[in-house]
């Protein structure tokens, strides 16, 4: 059954790293009993910097209990939940083959997946591997950030169950993989209206500039003949 493993949460502290320095919440712990979701956040948990972090299309971020197993088998040790700075650790569920914009219901709550995690040098610093960053995305396991639909309470063990799934067929790996890889899909994501605008943004722009430079090409053809 689908569920969650664990429910975590943290706060912000200061760190330094690679002659860095910056406050980040990135370390999470797991909590017990009842836990509100409300507002753009999990009780207890809060963001560094929210000009980057948290708000309503980052309220909540979900990590496959699979996928840190995964983890555990490449890097040789064992990963807790909340290493990757998820406030939800589920089991059962498959994150990365999630929809963009469909919606779970756990306890009382109702989340909507939103978009995969794209991540900083932070996730470096709390793995202490500067190159983390660049595995984790090479990896394709990104996790999910959720918009919090209907505020209530969660807790270790709630079932996640599947509400709505939407016909787009546009899923958080495959945003993912659009967004790091393969640009030249980046229409695809158009389709997609649950994803946050910065992402629709970011496609239209990259059409854009495929479009031009194709139109360029062309030009040159007609020239050269």
Partial sequence: MAHVISVNVGVPKAIS?????????????????????????????AQGD???????????????????????????????????GENLTV??????????????????????????RMPCWK????????????????????????RIVREG??????????????????TVGLAASVRLQDGEQAERLLSAPELPKSWHKWARDAVASRDAVASREAKDRVERT
């Fill in 123 to 146: 996730l470096g610093a709390r793995m202490n591997d500067p190159m983390f960053p660049k595995r984790f995305s090479a990896a394709g396991r990104p996790g999910a950030y959720l």
């Fill in 153 to 170: 309470e969660l807790g270790a063990g709630d079932a996640v169950s599947l509400l709505h799934r939407p016909a787009h067929g546009i």
């Fill in 17 to 45: 790293w690679m002659d860095q320095k910056t406050t980040t919440a990135i370390w999470k712990v797991p909590v017990s009993g009842r836990v509100a979701v409300r507002g753009v956040n999990v009780a207890g948990d």
């Fill in 91 to 116: 089991e059962g569920v498959d994150v990365t083959g999630a929809l963009v914009g469909e919606r779970w219901e756990i306890g009382s709550v109702i989340l909507e997946v939103c978009q995969p």
């Fill in 50 to 84: 929210r000009r980057v972090h948290g708000g309503p299309d980052k309220a909540v971020y979900a990590y496959a209990r699979e996928d840190e197993q995964w983890w555990e088998d490449i890097l040789g040790q064992a990963i807790a939940p909340g290493t990757f």
